[in-house]
Every structure is written in C-alpha cells, then in structure tokens.
C-alpha cells in the first residue's frame, strides 16, 4: 500500500463514519481484494515501468457509466490521473456533478527516474504541461501541503486549489509487539533498529539511507537498516546494497499488513529515517510518530509542513555526514531519543484524520453548492 492509496482509504473510512456514502471505483489485481459493495473493481493491465501498480482499462471502465448513473452521485473525486481522470471527468460531465481531484504525486520529479534518456528539462516541462491540462478541466483541484498548491499556481493553474492533508488515526498506531516483529527478522536486540517504510522508487532517494548506513557501520556503530515497501527500484537497491558490502545489514521487507505487522514494524524501529525530497506530504512520518518512534528526516517539498524540529524529529540536511550524525546524536542520548518520542506522540495527534475528513466533507458541499441539483449523500 502507498501513500494515495492510504489516503483514499483512510476518507473513504472516516467519510463513511460520518455517514456519507463513498463508492471507490478501482483497478483489479490478480491477488483476491476483500471489497464490499461500495467498491467497483475494472478489469486492468500491468504498467511497464512500474510492475506493482496497475491500470484500469479505460473502455472496461467507461463501459460501467450507465450502471454508475444509477447511483445518483453529487461528486466525483479523482485520486489518481491518466485512466481514472479522464473516465472521472467523464462520469461527472455527463451526470452534470462537479469533480475534484487530489493532486498526490510531484511527477516533475518522478519521469526522469523511470525515462532517463530524455532531458529532465523535457520531462519537467512535459509534466507540468500534463498536470495544468489535467487540472484546468476540473472544478477544484485539493494538495496535501500549501507548498505543493503554490507550485501548481506557479504552473499556471487557475481553478480553485485548497489544501487538506490526509490525517491519521494514532490509536491505530499506539500499541504494536516490537520484540516481536524485531525477531521474525532475526534481528538481536543489542542493534539499533533503523526503519524506512517507502516505495522502493528511485525518487524516494533510498540510496542515500544505503550511504549512511554504511557510514555508521564503517564507525563501527551496530546497526541494521530495514526497508518496509515495494517498487521498481528494489533489486537495483539489493544489488547496490550488496555491492556496497553491507547487505547483511539491510533487510528489504516488502509490504506489511497495515492493520498489524506494519504497526509491530513502528514499533521494533530505535529511529524512522527518511530521505525523499518529492513528498507531497509523507504519511509515514506521521504514522512513525504516533507510534512513538523518533525521525531523521530530510525536511523538503511537503515534508516541511509535516516535520517540525524537535518535535519529535531531528532535521538533517541530507548529507552523508549530516545524517549519520543526527542519527548517533539521537541513538547515543537516551534522554533525548525519550524526549523526541513523547513529543513524536503528542504532535502526531494534530494530524486526526476524523478533522481533517471533516474538513474534506465542508469543501465537498462547497463545491456541489455550485451546482443547483437536489444532493445526497454519495462521493
């Protein structure tokens, strides 16, 4: 599970607590989905570049229109773009309902990664040009940080943009078997645990935890780095992990179940670190925090309105050298990896998602207010 995925799950649930009715339209995977009727699976297809994900056959899709109409819909709420989007627009115009969409993903810095043999200038242009026809067609566009909706304003978008960060729940977060968890790895308990919940994707700047790592283990710190996620990039990062001499100190875990052995995951970590600059928010910061586990983290794009130092996390400019000595900083103060811990706790509790849904729900109605059709209750 990623971040959009997360997100969407997390409303959909809250929404739906406050008595809303939430459909999620969404691909099909070829492992069994425990759905229940508010959930349209499409027949899909695999994605070249990014064999995890899939992409809804969009004439599957459209096929399912008239069968959509009938459920009397007052909003159409995109979370992804490319199938989704045009077949969301579609469903909305012909239903004459407004529809929104989040914008989860900074794809200017993402193509270079998966297409490296064209400019990054190219790339760069070729997706904010992408994301301002995407957006300009929409009635409202929600970022997850102000910093991203002023970089779609500097983009030339002109729809209406507000920002509603994706919330958490901390008491899912609050109780988890560490000990547990550390030992279905093998990992002894003298080692200082230190965990990265992320896609595997080059853009996550997992190679720079690699770098560090080695750099405590050459200091002679007694360390295990753990890397819960998949992605594209994961072989390549086994790979430079071994070339690097330090794979027996680096576990990739895959994915985890959210509702136990990613929380036990929190739990088992001494220190959460993180090194993407391409968040639009960085929910697994959160989610480490409510657990009480202390962060490392680069603070760019999104992540600066999430991290706040000293509040559970110490910033690191990023270098080697930087976050190597935040984290021995962090590791060899007991008092102050304890400090950090209930702070972590304390502020991750303003992220509660039950608010921010709310606040979600408010601009729903805003935005169906401009359209004069009697509503109900369906997104």
């Known amino acids: 599970i990623n971040g959009v995925s997360t997100s969407i799950q997390t409303f959909k649930r809250e929404l739906e607590i406050a008595g809303h009715e939430v459909y999620l339209i969404a691909p099909s995977y070829p492992e069994p989905m425990v759905d229940n009727d508010t959930i349209l699976r499409i027949e899909s297809r695999g994605v070249a570049l990014d064999p995890e994900d899939r992409m809804m056959k969009y004439r599957k899709l459209i096929n399912q229109l008239p069968q959509l109409r ?125 965990l990265n919940v992320s896609r ?8 720079r935890l690699l770098e560090v790592a080695q750099d405590l283990l050459k200091k002679s710190r007694d360390i295990h780095l753990v890397i819960a996620g998949e992605g594209p990039a994961k072989q390549s990062y086994i790979q430079q992990a071994r070339d690097m001499g330090i794979a027996d100190h680096v576990s990739f875990i895959g994915y985890l179940d959210r509702s136990t052995d990613l929380i036990d995951c929190y739990h088992s970590a001494d220190l959460f670190v993180f090194s993407s600059k391409t968040e639009t928010q960085g929910l697994v910061l959160l989610e480490a925090m409510a657990a009480g ?80 059709r009697e509503l109900g209750s369906h997104a």
């Open 200 to 207: 595997v994707a080059y853009e996550k700047n997992i190679g």
């Open 293 to 372: 586990t202390p962060v490392v983290a680069i603070a760019e794009m999104g992540t600066k309105e999430v991290l706040q130092d000293g509040l559970g996390v110490k910033i690191t400019d990023g270098t080697v050298s930087d976050f190597s000595a935040k984290i021995v900083e962090v590791l060899d103060q007991p008092d102050l990896h304890n400090t950090l811990s209930e702070s972590a706790k304390l502020y991750a509790k303003d992220w509660d998602s039950s608010r921010l849904s709310a606040r979600m729900a408010e601009y729903y109605v805003s935005i169906t207010a401009q359209y004069p």
């Open 70 to 194: 009938e459920k009397g819909f007052d909003l159409v709420h995109i979370n992804t773009p490319f199938v989704a989007h045009y077949a969301g627009l579609t469903l909305a115009r012909k239903l004459d309902i407004p529809c929104i969409t989040t914008y989860h993903t900074l794809f200017e810095e993402y193509l270079y990664h998966y297409i490296p043999w064209i400019p990054k200038s190219v790339l760069r242009w070729a997706a904010r040009s992408f994301s301002v026809s995407q957006c300009q067609a929409l009635d409202g566009i929600i970022t997850p940080s102000s910093i991203i909706a002023s970089l779609l304003q500097q983009y030339g978008i002109s729809n209406p943009i507000v920002t509603i960060p994706t919330g958490i729940d901390v008491s899912d977060f609050e109780s988890g078997n560490g000990d547990k968890f550390r030992d279905s790895l093998g990992i002894e308990p003298h080692k200082k645990l230190l």
